[in-house]
């Protein structure tokens, strides 16, 4: 879906380092989340957000920060607390109808950002 | 806690046969079920999906049943053709309205 533009493509973390994967939508959706996805793995969710200045955690959020300032942009900070930080990130978006379920529309994903350890 | 199992993890067929992956979830709240492909390196992308108020759903030669007292549903693929051959990966609504997704089929299609 060429509404999801996440960057880089490629980024590669040094020791000790934060680095920030980059996710911007103009689906106008409301609903914007990350994933991890791990070599023949599903899809993990690490942080979702329903609405601007609001994010909840998701299954994996350990090492991670999200922020929501705009409607249109979800940015993923990946810290050095995360010691596995090697991983396919992506991205997705949502409407929202029913607050109680966030996820009950279908999610449109970016093409993703492929994060490795130097 | 809240889970989707989804087998076969791996399926080669010949072009032209059917290709069917089954996946069980343990909410039984879940109301929400979307399928996924994903070829090599790029995006997830919807392909169908069904609400529980339906058992079946078409989309020309794809389609979804579900069977909410079992809780599982399946994704059936007719006539394979080379470019079906991807990862499918089916999802359920969890609890706190989250997608929770199974591990993913890698399918082959054989000229």
């Known amino acids: 879906d060429g509404g999801i533009t996440q960057s880089p493509k490629y980024l590669f973390r040094k020791e000790g380092q934060n680095v920030t994967l980059s996710c911007e939508q103009n689906?106008?959706?409301?609903?914007m989340y990350w994933y991890r996805q791990d070599p023949g793995q599903g899809l993990r969710l690490i942080y979702y957000?329903?609405?601007?200045?609001?994010?909840q955690k998701g299954d994996i959020a350990e090492g991670y920060s999200v922020s929501r300032e705009k409607k249109e942009s979800f940015p993923l900070t990946v810290t050095s607390a995360q010691k596995n930080p090697t991983a396919f990130y992506l991205c997705a978006s949502s409407i929202i109808l029913d607050r109680g379920y966030i996820s009950n529309q279908p999610q449109h994903f970016g093409d993703g950002t492929r994060l490795s350890i130097l | 806690g809240e889970n989707v199992e989804q087998h076969p993890s791996t399926l080669s067929v010949q072009e032209g046969d059917s290709a069917v992956i089954k996946c069980t979830y343990s909410d039984s709240a879940s109301n929400y079920f979307p399928w996924y492909k994903q070829e090599l390196g790029k995006r997830p992308q919807l392909i169908i999906d069904i609400r529980s108020n339906v058992g079946e759903k078409k989309d020309q030669r794809i389609a979804v049943t579900l069977n909410k007292t079992a809780k599982h549903f399946s994704l059936h693929i007719t006539e394979t053709q080379p470019e079906d051959s991807a990862v499918y990966f089916c999802a359920a609504l969890g609890q706190g309205g989250k997608l929770i997704f199974g591990q993913g089929t890698e399918l082959s299609v054989k000229p």
């Open positions: 957000s329903q609405i601007v200045n609001d994010f």
């Open positions: 689906l106008n959706h409301d609903a």
